[in-house]
């Protein structure tokens, strides 16, 4: 018998870092608000929200952690780093501050672009690693530099799909499926996806899950994209674990057969 939607998911985990999670769809916090967040977690099933830790330190009525529910893995994030030198710092005092050991690591000089510096990732992710860290580096799709992560310790590798905030989609399709099928660590897609459509594609190509947030967060109706973001990542998972039927690259096939029509 057919298994139902939710067994599926069910039974399709998601490994990271040493832990499990089903939902394949996480939350990028840039834009945060308590709709966002709250529509991330019941529509799109979001078990994942990334943190910034510049504000998991602050005061007032801006922290983010008072909108974040028990039961939600907060993901620090490295997010004004400039160099290894202080992501390391960043993601140290976020262990301290009880965020515990997974840390995504964003180093980022250029600040028109906001392309992350992988080879101050790679080094970054080197020293966490060795302290304990389960690291999750943002990193431009560069292949050698993912195999670089992978003898760093990476616990996964976070290729940006286009400029982060763009919505501008697949820009880096290619080179993202060559990290799906030269790296073997699960791929999360971040950055640029603008559509659920978009995501859909990014899971059907074999990614193992998929960050967004400002496609969510300037969306007219918030709760209803989110429900659209966690309904097409979990088809694109969906058609991906089915297996893709062939492309035909000259001419068409027939879906029935042509011959044995009936004769008068």
């Keep these: 018998m057919m298994k139902s939607e939710r067994e599926i998911l069910q039974d399709d985990r998601f490994m990271l870092g040493g832990r ?16 966002l ?5 019941e529509q799109a099933g979001a078990e994942i929200i990334t943190l910034a830790v510049r504000r998991a330190n602050s005061e007032g009525e801006g922290n983010i952690l008072d909108f974040i529910p028990e039961g939600t893995m907060l993901l620090p994030n490295t997010s004004g780093a400039r160099n290894a030198e202080e992501a390391v710092r960043i993601a140290r005092l976020s262990r301290e501050l009880g965020c515990g050991n ?23 992710t080197e020293v966490l690693t ?9 990193m431009f799709p560069d292949l050698n530099t993912a195999r670089d992560l992978v003898q760093a310790g990476a616990a996964a590798v976070m290729p940006l799909a286009a400029p982060i905030g763009s919505n501008k989609g697949l820009a880096a399709k290619e080179f993202i499926q060559i990290l799906i099928h030269e790296i073997d660590l699960p791929i ?5 996806i603008g559509r659920p459509s978009q995501a859909c594609e990014v899971m059907e190509m074999g990614a193992a899950a998929v960050m967004a947030n400002t496609a969510i967060a300037t969306a007219g109706d918030i709760p209803r994209m989110a429900l659209a973001f966690g309904k097409a990542v979990a088809a694109g998972r969906e058609a991906y674990l089915s297996g893709l039927g062939r492309v035909r690259e000259n001419g068409g096939e027939a879906s029935s057969p042509l011959t044995g029509f009936l004769r008068d």
């Design 20 to 35: 499990e999670f089903h939902s394949r769809f996480i939350l990028g916090s840039g834009k945060y608000n308590v709709e």
């Design 37 to 41: 967040i709250k529509a991330a977690i």
């Design 102 to 124: 997974f840390v995504k690591v964003e180093i980022m000089r250029d600040s028109k672009y906001l392309l992350p510096d992988n080879v101050e990732t790679v080094k970054a």
């Design 130 to 138: 060795k302290e304990g860290f389960a690291v999750l580096p943002y």
């Design 188 to 192: 999360i897609v971040d950055a640029g």
